[in-house]
């Protein structure tokens, strides 16, 4: 299970787009080919909730972004590797600090036959602008300016350089389609994507073909089917018996599969980042009122990073583990990744000296709060174990998500237990390590009134500078500020684990989004 579902309450103009490091591990247990899949080239994906809706009218759950990410296309994309790289614009530049010039394809065609053209990228841009689900993420374009056929010019207020993240959020939208529409939500998703939508039933099946005329490479398989089970234990149950190709499986069902001579386990570490963090306010704290707080002090939680055994902390079953241990807010692919900064080593006798040096050699008395979910619980009830070897009492306060976000919210914490997704480096540091200053959306979860002038500084400039090797620099830069000042205590990024037929071949993304172009067959 991952809090991360729990803090999706964000709009698009305080979190962007993300990119993370890919990891593929792949087991296959001895079995035959299925040739049923080969016959009728179909591969059958099975999931548990339905979607929310199409295109541009939906939520933006992982499942229906993923379903959609299949039908429509936007002017750049993200390669395997969460790199960015051409979408239905080949090439773009900046004429200036303020201006985005986007070369477009010629040989593009809608599902409906309509041709792509510079015209459909104005109206969706424009369109988006006036939708609720999309408030906030085109606020920076100010203009648009048509330069011929195939050239297009977007220009913001002010130098933005992640302009290029909040577009991979815009699919373009066929204008002479919508144009006929009396209303928007009845409309049916008309994109470029390598398929194209055969047939819905609601909290049943989803059904997609290949779009023979797609612009891009062409999918191997020719057709989706998307069964919408009703639970986990079903979904389960449909691998088994070969009902369905492809799931995702929570690490606690992967003993299931173990036994089966039809099934194979695939894994990719996701965008999830679990670490925990502090009250920085000296003698005003939330839990410490007239008295010093313990944790406001570096070599306190210094000596707390040193007494957490990460190893300990992550499940292991059949040698695969539930997760991977981290170092930063972000993994190793994403840009402004500091590989110079390490985990600190696990050194009971050091953390003691360091509590010692901070006048705490009796430790104290600390609350805890969690989300309570059984999973969380017991990791935080290890985390409480663990320091009580250096005198620190850990209080477990576990609460029911909402409450447990609002006392976030309200920053009436000590001591907490939380994850993101981190969606690129520079939002990270805008929410979590900027001083918070709710009126310029900026350190909106520094639930513990970190500051650090440095790093506002810092992070402000990184707002503006469009030299992307400069912006990287900067962000490894914050990075080691906040490391040295143990902003947080980072513990561990989850893997996500799927289920596949033996007659499959297919690597999962990072954003767990299902890309049904990335699939074959053996």
């Not at 040698?319 to 402004?336: H, K, M, R």
């Not at 970190?450 to 400039?461: P, V």
């Amino acid at each position: 299970m991952s809090i991360n579902k729990y803090i999706s309450r964000f709009n698009y103009k305080k979190l962007k787009i993300f990119s993370i490091l890919l990891i593929f591990i792949f087991i296959s247990f001895s079995g035959c080919i299925n040739t049923e899949i080969i016959k009728k080239n179909e591969i059958i994906f099975g999931i548990t909730s339905d979607i929310s809706g199409f295109y541009p009218v939906m939520n933006r759950d992982l499942q229906t972004v993923s379903i959609n990410e299949n039908l429509f296309n936007s002017l750049v994309e993200l390669d395997k590797y969460y790199k960015l790289c051409p979408g239905l614009a080949y090439n773009w530049f900046n004429p200036d600090n303020i201006t985005w010039r986007f070369l477009l394809r010629n040989d593009i065609k809608f599902h409906d036959g309509n041709n792509f053209s510079v015209e459909d990228v104005n109206f969706t841009i424009n369109l988006l602008k006036d939708l609720n689900f999309y408030s906030g993420l085109l606020d920076s374009i100010i203009k648009i300016n048509i330069i011929d056929n195939e050239t297009i010019d977007l220009i913001t207020d002010k130098p933005h350089p992640l302009l290029l993240y909040d577009l991979l959020l815009v699919k373009i939208i066929s204008k002479d389609y919508f144009k006929k529409l009396e209303n928007i939500n009845e409309s049916w998703p008309i994109g470029t994507g390598p398929y194209k939508l055969i047939s819905y039933e609601s909290g049943e099946e989803i059904n997609l073909q290949r779009f023979e005329e797609y612009w891009g490479k062409k999918p191997e398989i020719k057709n989706i089917k998307i069964k919408i089970l009703k639970d986990n234990e079903k979904k389960i149950n449909a691998l088994l018996d070969g009902e369905i190709d492809i799931a995702s499986i929570q690490y606690e069902d992967i003993s299931k599969l173990m036994n089966s001579n039809d099934l194979s386990l695939t894994s990719t570490q996701t965008l999830s980042v679990f670490y925990l963090s502090f009250d920085f306010r000296e003698y005003d704290s939330y839990s410490y009122y007239g008295i010093k707080n313990p944790v406001s002090d570096v070599k306190v939680r210094n000596a707390i990073y040193h007494a957490i055994n990460i190893e300990n902390l992550i499940e292991k079953e059949n040698n695969l583990s539930s997760a991977i241990p981290i170092s930063q807010f972000v993994t190793s692919e994403i840009f402004g990744y500091n590989p110079n900064i390490k985990r600190l080593e696990y050194d009971i006798k050091k953390a003691k000296s360091l509590m010692d040096d901070a006048g705490y050699n009796k430790g104290f008395n600390i609350t805890l709060d969690c989300p309570d979910t059984t999973g969380f619980k017991s990791l935080c009830n290890k985390i409480a174990d663990q320091l009580s070897f250096i005198n620190i009492t850990v209080e477990l306060n576990s609460l029911p998500v909402n409450e447990y976000l609002d006392k976030l919210y309200r920053k009436n914490t000590s001591f907490y237990f939380t994850g993101i997704n981190p969606l690129n480096a520079e939002s990270t540091i805008n929410l979590l390590l900027h001083s918070s200053n709710i009126q310029e959306d900026r350190g909106i979860w520094n639930y513990g009134n970190y500051s650090n002038k440095d790093i506002d500084k810092i992070s402000e400039e990184i707002t503006y500078e469009m030299n992307p090797e400069k912006r990287k620099e900067m962000i490894q830069e914050i990075y080691s500020i906040a490391i040295n000042d143990i902003v947080w205590v980072p513990l561990y990024s989850t893997i996500a684990y799927y289920g596949i037929n033996n007659s499959i071949i297919w690597t999962p993304r990072s954003s767990l989004y299902i890309l049904f172009e990335d699939i074959s067959i053996k």
